[in-house]
């Protein structure tokens, strides 16, 4: 291979001792026999993502994690509309023009990934659905349940228009909203005991407990869920179909 002409992918976040796509992708890239590499950029603020690209000529294309998803939107040069509606940007098409400069389109495979991947588990009882967070990661889940059908609610820790807190969970509410997806971070490795507040007495085998963290595999949401009885799904499977959704990007 001429590593003069290797593109090269990436990651950017803060941190990123979590990430799952480098590995993705360049076992993709040896195996497929592509040209390329795919590289985390940790970078302390957004604004670094200017000197990421200066500094990388042959970058193709970037994934974007937290804190990132809805800061990098205002660099971009285009954005599109689904990602706009979302609020949030998790892959970044960079497209060389003749000048030489490099167009940003920013775009959501997240949405594509979350919906994909809880469709099969829902039915009849699944109407309304608990987002807990309200982060990058929760927009596209919000815009997924909707797309899917449902009505889901945003819960966090502060209460505020369109967002209920941890406390408002009452039996009425839970049992109203039998999807409940967890898109913070509580329970990821290392603080694997951790898990969100949520009422786990008033859970039942009609709920659906699907938890973003993919590290460890079973997180403590899961695990108290699945006690009550509950279907439970971690994020890897989500992980693999935006992460191919993000290749389709790239190359479309």
């Known amino acids: 291979m001429n590593s003069g002409k290797k593109k090269i992918y990436g990651l950017i976040g803060y941190p990123l001792g979590h990430s799952f796509s480098k590995n993705y992708f360049n076992t993709k890239f040896e195996g497929e026999g592509i040209n390329a590499v795919y590289v985390n950029f940790e970078i302390e603020s957004v604004d670094l993502l200017r000197d990421v690209l200066a500094g990388n000529p042959n970058l193709s294309g970037l994934n974007v994690t937290i ?25 970044i098409k960079i497209i060389p023009e003749k000048s030489g400069r ?61 967002v209920i807190t941890y406390a408002d969970l009452t039996p009425e509410v839970m049992a109203q909203n039998k999807v409940i997806v967890n898109t913070t971070p509580v329970g990821m490795y290392p603080h694997v005991d951790e898990a969100p507040d949520i009422p786990y007495d008033l859970l039942t085998p009609e709920h659906i407990c699907y938890d973003l963290i993919y590290n460890p595999d079973t997180t403590e949401f899961m695990r108290r869920a699945a006690a009550r009885g509950a279907q439970t799904k971690n994020g890897l499977e989500m992980l693999l179909l935006q992460a191919f959704e993000s290749w389709n990007i790239w190359h479309k």
């Not at 959501?108 to 608990?130: E, K, Q, T, W, Y």
């Not at 807990?132 to 919000?142: D, E, P, Q, R, V």
Request: hydrophobic share 40%.
């Open 67 to 91: 804190p990132y998803k809805e800061k990098v939107m205002p660099l971009l040069d285009d954005i599109d509309p689904v990602a706009r509606k979302i609020g949030a940007v998790n892959v």
């Open 102 to 162: 490099k167009r940003l389109v920013g775009y959501n495979s997240d949405i594509v990934g979350f919906s994909d991947s809880i469709a099969p588990m829902l039915g009849d009882a699944h109407r309304g659905a608990l987002v807990l967070g309200t982060g990058g990661a929760s927009k596209a889940i919000y815009t997924g349940l909707i797309n899917l059908g449902l009505k889901p609610i945003y819960v966090s820790r502060t209460s505020r228009p369109g």
